[in-house]
C-alpha cells in the first residue's frame, strides 16, 4: 500500500504543498494519541474559556488548537491560519505559501462520551501583502486542498488535492498514513438521511416538507423507507457519507433568530463540500452552492445540505419552489 508521501508524489503535488499536508497528516497523529489517551491524560472535560462564538472550549479543543498551531507555525510554508478557537486569524511564515483554516477538534461534545471526533482542514493559497482577515475571505473553489482526520476505531485521513478523494488508515505498527481507497465515490442515490430531528419544528418551510416526506417512506411521494442517522459531528457523519452514501443537512432555523446556522463555513462546509464534489457529490446551502460562496468573514456559518448527488438535488427541487405553506402533514 501506498504512504500519504508517496501519493502525494505520484499526485505530483507541489513539494511545498505535500510538505504542509505531511506535517498536518504528522500532527494529527499526536492528537489521535492524545484522543486516545482520555481520561488517562486527563485531558477529558471543559475550560472555563468560551471561544469567539460563545462556545464553552473543551480541555482538548484547546490542547488540539495550541498542538496543530505550533505545528502551521514550525512548518514554514504557512502564512496565516484561521481556526474555530481562535477569536482573529494568526499570522506565521512572511514568505509562506498557503493559509490553513481548520476546527482542531469537530464534535467536541462527544469527547466526553468516547465517541467519533476529528480534525478539520482548508488550505487556501495565501494572496500578496499585508496579512489580515480579508485575506481569508475566498471562495471554497480556490481550496487547494481539504481534508479531516477521524479519531474513530481506525484514525483515517480523507484528502484532496482536487484529484479525487483518497482515504488512508492510519497504520499503528508502522505509524504511516496508508492508501485505502484511491478514488472515494458517494453514491448517487441513497435511502439514508442525516439531520437532527429535535430543531424540526424550527426549520424552513422546505426542509420541513421535504424530511415530512421521506419519514412518510412508502406512503409517501416517495415511495421508499428512509433509514436515518446522527452522530453530532459532522465529521463522522460525512465519513459516512462518503462510504456508503446518504445526505447530511444542518440546515437553517430560527431557533436563534440570531444564529440562523451552526455549520461554520471555512473550516467545516468548504474543506466537506470539496472532499464531497471530489467524491462525486454535492454541497449546497439550499439556494447557493457552498463553494460558490463569497465569505463575508472567517466565523461565518451557513445552512450545509450534502450528500448522493441525486439527492441533494431532490432536496433543492423543495427549495426551488414557493412552499410559503405549511408543510404537507396531516
Ligand atoms: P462542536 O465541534 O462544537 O461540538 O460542534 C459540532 C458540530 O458543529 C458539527 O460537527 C455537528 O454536525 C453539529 O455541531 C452537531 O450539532 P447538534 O448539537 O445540533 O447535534
Keep these: 500500500m501506498q504512504t500519504l ?9 507541489k513539494d511545498s504543498l505535500a510538505q504542509l499536508l505531511l506535517s498536518l497528516a504528522d500532527t494529527s497523529k499526536a492528537i489521535s494519541s ?15 474559556q468560551e471561544n469567539v462564538q460563545g462556545e ?22 504557512v502564512r496565516g491560519l484561521a481556526s ?26 462527544n469527547i466526553d462520551i468516547n465517541s467519533l471526533v476529528g480534525t478539520i482542514f482548508s488550505v487556501l493559497p495565501a494572496p500578496e501583502g499585508e496579512l489580515n482577515e480579508q485575506s481569508f475571505l475566498q471562495a471554497g473553489r480556490q481550496q487547494v486542498a481539504a481534508g479531516y482526520v477521524l479519531y474513530g476505531p481506525s484514525t483515517m485521513m480523507a484528502l484532496t488535492t482536487g484529484q479525487g478523494t483518497q482515504f488512508y488508515t492510519l497504520d499503528p505498527e508502522s ?14 442515490d441513497t435511502a439514508e438521511f442525516a439531520i437532527n ?23 409517501g411521494p416517495r415511495e421508499q423507507s428512509f433509514n436515518m ?29 440570531a444564529k440562523p446556522f451552526k455549520l461554520r463555513l471555512m473550516y467545516e462546509a468548504n474543506p466537506m463540500a470539496f472532499l464531497v464534489e471530489q467524491a462525486g457529490g454535492k454541497a449546497s446551502t439550499g439556494y447557493e452552492t457552498i463553494m460558490d460562496i463569497q465569505p463575508s468573514e472567517i466565523h461565518q456559518r451557513v445552512a450545509v445540505i450534502l450528500g448522493s448527488r441525486n439527492e441533494v438535488d431532490m432536496c433543492l427541487s423543495y427549495h426551488g419552489e414557493d412552499y410559503s405553506q405549511e408543510p404537507n402533514i396531516d
Design 175 to 188: 505509524g504511516e498514513f496508508l492508501l485505502t481507497n484511491d478514488n472515494v465515490q458517494i453514491t448517487p
Design 229 to 257: 442517522r446522527w452522530i453530532a459531528a459532522m465529521v463522522g457523519d460525512v465519513h459516512r457519507v462518503l462510504c456508503r452514501g446518504g445526505i447530511f443537512t444542518y440546515p437553517t432555523d430560527n431557533k436563534n433568530p
Design 197 to 219: 430531528m429535535s430543531n424540526q419544528r424550527f426549520w424552513e418551510a422546505p426542509m420541513q416538507t421535504y424530511i415530512a416526506d421521506l419519514l412518510l417512506g412508502k406512503i
Design 84 to 109: 474555530e478557537e481562535e477569536d482573529y486569524v494568526v499570522e506565521v511564515s512572511p514568505q509562506g505559501e498557503y493559509l490553513v483554516c481548520f476546527d482542531p477538534l469537530d464534535g467536541s461534545s
Design 56 to 77: 464553552t472550549q473543551k480541555k482538548l479543543d484547546v490542547i488540539t488548537n495550541d498542538m496543530l498551531k505550533d505545528a502551521l507555525k514550525a512548518e514554514g510554508n
Design 34 to 48: 492524545a484522543v486516545r489517551h482520555g481520561a488517562l491524560a486527563g485531558v477529558l472535560g471543559a475550560t472555563e
Design 5 to 13: 508521501a508517496q501519493t502525494l508524489t505520484s499526485q505530483a503535488v
